[in-house]
């Protein structure tokens, strides 16, 4: 029985390797030849231009830092979000659940006007005749001046754009751990704080890893809500999508291209560097069944 059941898995094998190797085959083809076109489309000096222009290099090198900054950013709030979701669940937890999701669901214009319109709201909260209203309105006003139209409004932005995807990866590693590693080490004397650190933190460090790479590329990424909070002004909110809109815009297609690839070169070489360093199971998280 069992060497028959071995026979016919290994009949239907090569037809399902076929099968999902096609698929895979059309997605990849689809997404090179994308690429492809923008490359045969932009002439050289197009290219040239745009890494030769200062505007485009400010632009850069302020996508860089301010996706980078915010990444660590959401990794922080991510990560207590994450735990806690995942070990101190309840029934409203489906509404955290869902409310976090949210950010992920919604178009990234929406976060950018709600943002905006969130900061407008402290600005008419001044003058409520009510005192903790008014105090409310200054802090939330106070706050409006530091972020919009500056480059800590990018930041802003970016965070609430990509903090839904490092918390999502963090949680599933959090999931993947068995409790049972964080009750040993309260009965040998740690407290909750204690177990955290020194065991559940360890474990989730692959998962960790990877939210904070996903939440890096989108808010490398992210244009609409940047635009709406920041702005769009050269050498001071301007990053790299915000400049691909701008040379659309002025109907410079061949420049758009030109950061558009430049933007994509970038992304391909920061996920191909984490791949040779840190291996191909970057995204893969393991439940730990064996030392159970």
């Known amino acids: 029985m069992e ?19 096609t698929i895979m085959g059309l997605l990849i083809s689809i997404i090179v030849l994308m690429f492809l076109v923008d490359i045969l489309f932009v002439d050289g000096s197009s290219l040239i231009e745009v890494l030769s222009s200062p505007e485009i ?27 806690s979701l995942s070990r101190f669940s309840s029934r409203i937890t489906i509404i955290f659940d869902i409310i976090i999701d949210l950010l992920i669901v919604i178009p990234v214009l929406v976060i950018g006007v709600s943002l905006l319109v969130t900061f407008k709201f402290g600005r008419d909260l001044k ?31 970016q965070v609430m754009c990509s903090i839904s995807f490092a918390v999502r990866a963090i949680k599933a590693a959090f999931d993947s751990i068995d409790p049972r590693t964080e009750h ?4 040998l004397g740690c407290n909750r704080g204690m ?3 020194k065991i559940s933190l360890p474990l989730a460090k692959q998962g960790i890893f990877a939210g904070g790479v996903l939440a890096w590329a989108r808010a490398y990424g992210i244009f609409g809500a940047v635009s709406i909070v920041a702005g769009a002004v050269r050498k001071k909110t301007e990053v790299l999508p915000t400049s691909v809109f701008l040379e659309i815009s002025i109907g410079r297609l061949e420049i758009a291209l030109g950061i558009s690839l430049l933007m994509v070169a970038v992304a391909f070489v920061f996920l191909l560097l984490l791949r040779v360093f840190f291996g191909a199971d970057l995204f893969s998280f393991h439940s730990n069944d064996s030392d159970r």
């Open 127 to 157: 003058d409520s005749s009510f005192f903790i209203f008014q105090f409310m309105g200054w802090i939330i006003s106070g706050w409006g001046d530091f972020f919009i139209y500056k480059p800590a409004g990018i930041i802003l932005a």
């Open 57 to 83: 290099q400010h632009a850069f090198f302020l996508s860089l830092f301010t996706s980078i900054l915010s990444t660590l950013i959401g990794i922080i709030i991510a990560v207590p979000t994450a735990y």
């Open 195 to 197: 177990a955290f650190w």
């Open 3 to 21: 060497t028959s059941l071995t026979k016919k898995q290994k009949r239907e094998i090569p037809g399902l390797k076929i099968i999902t190797t």
């Open 184 to 187: 040993v080490a309260l009965t």
